[in-house]
């Protein structure tokens, strides 16, 4: 950082558990189990859960990777059928696919919302789609009035990945309810947290009572009964985790309002700045900001994205240039299509043609090159965003051609 940096402030560091965490793991630490099905944390996390999320049926889990693993299991995804996923997300979203032998394929986004672009998606459906998966990435919802459409029209399954948008609204209405199937992360990095630990939910009754089977090696705890019928992992919750999640939740709305506040505030005044474009919510939606993405736009500047990075983070500017270092179809595991030991049993036995190095989004290759992240975070003060607003300002008008 240079001197007098202009966010002459330390980061402001939210506190994160508190009284209601301890205060449920105290009533925990009498029960006389810690298996969720035992105990009574689970019960209030779901309970909690149900009370901000109306869904029929819900599964608490390890992490937001098995909620989306257990989602594409109990879909009763075939080998070599295919769900169409965003290029930018997390790894997570993929990785259950590919363990229940399906086949990510890979759609670009739009160039201001980061999402699925439903035209796109609209392309590369084939007789073996069978969902697709929404992720609200950094708390943006997704289009979901022109992807459940397209859902419809081709007879898919939409899927929501919401583990980056906790407290994210479409249209009014929380994100999950849209699609057929819904799941959320409790990482340490999202906006609640439990250490580790997911959520998977649906309306579907056929669908919602299989969850808790393809998250616990398919035993059916409420008769007792093991033989499973089927494979399954153990993605089980605990009850320290169902315990510090529960309480987590409680807060949700605070937490979201707070950087819902933080990102219309940032918005609001980079409006005008040269060259930026800043991320778009569509009228009605709310934005969670899990992160703050924005743009710089090409042969306005001076600077290279990295230099731009670098001249915000001298002026004090928590940020980070750029996102993922490249699509998730980039990432070397896809390339080598090394999924099984060097091996991928269903294109090697012809159920899918699947050619990652052939893969091309050229808008999300083009966004994870020129995008800024701002780091928001629900202890940020009006005058703590001021400081970070007028540095960005400044940092463009000075690299500004
Ligand atoms: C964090 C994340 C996941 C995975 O969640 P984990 O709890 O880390 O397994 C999946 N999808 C997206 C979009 C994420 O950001």
Request: with cysteine.
């Amino acid at each position: 950082m240079k001197p007098n940096p202009i966010v002459d402030e330390l980061l402001p560091s939210p506190r994160r558990w508190g009284a209601e965490e301890l205060s449920r793991l105290t009533e925990m630490v009498g029960q006389s189990s810690l298996f969720y099905w035992q105990g009574t944390q689970t019960a209030h996390l779901l309970a909690e859960f149900r009370r901000q999320y109306p869904l029929a049926y819900a599964f608490p889990c390890s992490s937001g990777s098995a909620a989306l693993h257990i989602a594409a299991a109990a879909l009763r995804l075939q080998p070599g059928e295919e769900v169409i996923v965003p290029a930018i997300t997390d790894m997570g979203s993929v990785i259950g696919i590919l363990y229940q032998q399906g086949v990510p394929v890979f759609a670009d986004v739009d160039p201001r919302s980061f999402n699925l672009d439903p035209a796109d998606v609209r392309r590369r459906i084939t007789p073996r789609t069978r969902a697709i998966m929404a992720v609200h990435l950094a708390g943006n919802p997704c289009d979901m009035k022109a992807l459940t459409a397209i859902a419809r029209e081709h007879k898919l399954v939409v899927i929501e990945d919401c583990a980056q948008a906790w407290g994210a609204r479409w249209q009014g209405e929380p994100v999950g309810l849209q699609g057929e199937v819904a799941c959320y992360s409790f990482n340490d990095f999202k906006h609640i947290s439990c250490g580790d630990g997911g959520m998977v939910a649906t309306n579907a009754a056929d669908l919602g009572t299989g969850l808790a089977k393809w998250g616990d090696k398919y035993y059916d705890r409420s008769t007792g009964g093991r033989d499973p019928g089927e494979l399954a992992p153990n993605y089980r919750i605990s009850e320290p985790q169902a315990a510090v999640a529960a309480a987590q939740l409680a807060k949700l709305g605070g937490i979201v309002a707070a950087r819902e506040r933080a990102g219309k505030f940032l918005t609001a005044k980079l409006a005008d700045a040269p060259g930026l474009l800043l991320p778009q919510v569509r009228a009605g939606d709310t934005h969670s900001y899990w992160f703050y993405l924005l743009r710089l736009e090409p042969g306005r500047f001076r600077a290279s994205r990295d230099e731009f990075a670098e001249a915000l983070a001298a002026e004090g500017v928590a940020c980070a240039a750029g996102y993922l270092s490249r699509p998730v179809y980039q990432y070397p595991v896809f390339q080598n299509h090394n999924f099984f030991a060097g091996y991928w049993p269903v294109r090697e036995l012809g159920s899918t043609t699947m050619d990652y190095r052939q893969v091309s989004c050229p808008v999300a290759e083009d966004i994870l090159k020129d995008c800024v992240k701002l780091t928001v975070n629900e202890a940020m003060t009006e005058t703590y965003l001021a400081k970070v607003a007028s540095a960005v300002r400044q940092v463009a008008q000075r690299l500004a051609k």
